[in-house]
């Protein structure tokens, strides 16, 4: 069965600190590998992804790390803000990400300020 | 075209009645996704559209769930006799034809489905 495993479930970090948050997947089929961030009452919107040809991407202050051999690719958010506060969601597919979408179950982020 | 448009965003139903609810996908997008979201989890896949063609539908979708797309265009999702395990949020998303790169989906706000 395909699944991505994300941890941990809920995370509080203080404003300026870096937010980490990791998944694991199993499907070694899955060359796509988005980030989304959810605010209540709205639909994921991507926030970045990476292809397993790169070990890491790096947008703002929003960095993908990548280990293929491991299966595992974490979400790093520098310098964290009250407004980074919601649930990020990592996900897998093939085909380059023109398929779809196995998510994790999220990870809900609290900046403190 | 500013996004993608499902309505409505909320509906309360009597379990047993029949629900249609509406995606409206960017107009230059030929896939259509949807997905469903219970609380605390990540959206799970139901079905998929390239253009008018059903591609791919999940075990999630019971005989009691229908999807169309009509022309190609917009997607409206059925669920007949509507159980109280039916209450979630259903999410649609639009992606484009493959031009080399990454495809991001870009979804929808979602419609929330409570049933009573």
């Known amino acids: 069965q395909q699944q991505v495993k994300q941890s941990p479930q809920s995370l509080i970090v203080q404003k300026g600190g870096i937010s980490i948050i990791n998944c694991a997947y199993e499907n070694t089929a899955f060359d796509y590998f988005p980030w989304y961030q959810q605010f209540p009452g709205k639909g994921p919107a991507l926030l970045i992804a990476i292809r397993p040809d790169v070990s890491e991407k790096k947008e703002g202050r929003f960095t993908i790390s990548f280990n293929k051999s491991a299966k595992q690719f974490s979400l790093h958010i520098m310098d964290s803000q009250p407004g980074d506060s919601a649930t990020y969601f990592c996900a897998a597919s093939g085909y380059s990400g023109y398929s779809t979408l196995t998510f994790g179950k999220g990870t809900m982020l609290l900046v403190s300020p | 075209d500013t996004g993608v448009s499902q309505n409505p965003r909320h509906k309360i139903t009597k379990r047993g009645q029949n629900v249609t609810f509406r995606c409206d996908p960017i107009?230059?997008?030929?896939?259509l996704y949807w997905y469903r979201q219970t609380l605390g989890q990540g959206p799970e896949f139901l079905t998929y559209?390239?253009?008018?063609?059903?591609?791919?539908k999940s075990r999630l979708l019971s005989d009691r769930f229908s999807a169309e797309r009509p022309k190609g265009s917009f997607s409206t999702l059925e669920i007949q006799r509507t159980e109280q395990g039916d209450s979630a949020m259903y999410l649609c998303?639009?992606?484009?034809?493959?031009?080399?790169?990454?495809?991001?989906?870009?979804f929808g706000s979602g419609t929330r489905l409570t049933v009573v």
């Open positions: 107009s230059e997008h030929n896939r």
């Open positions: 559209f390239q253009n008018e063609a059903q591609l791919e």
């Open positions: 998303a639009s992606s484009p034809r493959p031009q080399g790169g990454l495809y991001g989906y870009t």
